[in-house]
């Protein structure tokens, strides 16, 4: 417990004097320098989680939740589609399909994935309801194809031109095999926000896409949408103990390369940041040692008149925990308030110095996004007043060790 006589003195000491003017100074640089570094780390951290966030959305709006495929000739168990425990997680359970072509337009040639719906699952898909689509939602008949964004810019084609898709499936004729060729009209434009997407992927007709790869009915993949895609893992164990003798994988597993790096690299910022606290943080042992140095006199008096080492190590000890403690609250308070105005201040600062920040084209979102993650916050903050506390202990057991009769010897 912490007496009122060690409070009295600890607040005293605080309290900025004229002739301790360097000492002043080390103790505003030790505050402002943890309050920055914890503002860093947490604006740092919040604009990361953001990215991830949106990632995540994209990804999720553009692929199934989970895929299941079948090993074999005989497809996917569909009386399994009724067990209770999948409706319960699914928001909606679709079949595709899809295989590699080659877009053909004007003299010039992409390879691209196409994926095969039925035209009710196409009307529901999330990239076909988003603002950015163009084009015929209702459908997707048998000749129709839907292409993405970037695609349509490489190829230069707008909804109601022709394109011709050519399939690795051969087609026997007179002379040998001939790669199978056929027209499509596009009827829509979508746009998923991540370029690879809409560069490589195009959406056509189920039954067109079977009957152009030669694919038979068993072959069809089955996509399950779920109500909370974040918890993968353990609703990706549920249907796997449905679907135990086929072979089912989820967003994540396709991504997890990305997350990985994703999460190494957030790791890794969150070392480095944690850096500018540690200097700033000692600094505070500069100022505690000149503390000490500038207040011997008053030490000895204090032990001349009774007061106790372990009470001049909590003096001094309290006076290191309120600079670190209180410059983690400004910089709590400094870095979730930024966090929560970085918008503003990226489109202060463009307008003010007519510069480009975070451009929308590169990075494929339209502002830069934030979230603030309270656990993250709660980390740096542990974090930020462990290192003050460590930083603290020695010079606080030095101030005990002073003796007060060598102190008060010229005095």
């Excluded at 027209?183 to 056509?204: M, P, Q």
């Excluded at 990706?236 to 990985?260: C, G, P, R, T």
Aim: glycine share 6%; proline share 2%; charged share 20%.
């Amino acid at each position: 417990m912490i007496s009122t006589l060690e409070k009295e003195i600890t607040f005293r000491f605080l309290k900025a004097r004229k002739k301790d003017g360097f000492l002043n100074i080390i103790s505003i640089f030790s505050f402002i320098g943890i309050s920055l570094g914890v503002a860093v780390l947490i604006i740092v951290m919040s604009v990361m989680n953001g990215f991830r966030t949106e990632l995540i959305n994209k990804i999720v709006g553009f692929n199934s939740h989970i895929t299941i495929k079948s090993y074999d000739e005989k497809g996917v168990d569909q009386s399994k589609l009724n067990n209770k425990n999948l409706k319960f997680i699914s928001e909606s359970i679709i079949f595709s399909n899809s295989g590699e072509a080659i877009i053909l337009k004007n003299n010039k040639s992409k390879g691209i994935v196409l994926r095969g719906y039925n035209s009710n699952d196409f009307s529901n898909l999330k990239i076909i309801n988003n603002n950015k689509f163009k084009g015929n939602k209702s459908e997707l008949n048998k000749n129709f194809i839907s292409i993405g964004n970037e695609l349509s810019f490489a190829l230069d084609l707008e909804i109601g031109d022709e394109i011709t898709l050519m399939s690795p499936s051969g087609v026997e004729t007179i002379i040998g095999s001939m790669p199978k060729q056929k027209t499509f009209i596009v009827t829509s434009i979508f746009n998923s926000g991540l370029a690879d997407f809409d560069n490589s992927i195009a959406l056509i007709n189920l039954d067109t896409l079977d009957e152009f790869f030669g694919y038979n009915i068993y072959d069809r993949n089955i996509e399950i949408y779920l109500k909370n895609p974040n918890n993968i893992q353990t609703q990706k164990q549920v249907v796997k103990n449905i679907f135990n003798e086929e072979f089912v994988y989820s967003w994540a597993d396709m991504n997890n390369s990305l997350f990985s790096a994703l999460k190494v690299e957030r790791n890794v910022m969150f070392i480095i940041l944690s850096l500018i606290i540690i200097v700033a943080a000692f600094n505070i042992i500069s100022g505690l040692t000149i503390l000490v140095k500038n207040k011997t006199r008053d030490i000895a008096i204090l032990k001349s008149i009774g007061v106790l080492n372990k009470s001049i190590v909590k003096i001094f000890f309290l006076i290191g925990i309120i600079i670190g403690t209180s410059a983690t609250i400004f910089g709590i308070l400094l870095g979730v308030t930024f966090s929560i105005y970085i918008e503003n201040f990226r489109q202060f600062l463009s307008s003010t110095f007519n510069i480009s920040l975070f451009p929308e084209e590169i990075y494929f979102l339209s502002k830069m996004p934030s979230e603030i993650n309270p656990s993250s916050i709660l980390l740096i903050s542990i974090c930020s007043i462990i290192i003050t506390i460590i930083v603290s202990i020695f010079p606080a057991i030095k101030a005990a060790k002073l003796d007060p009769i060598k102190a008060l010897k010229y005095e």
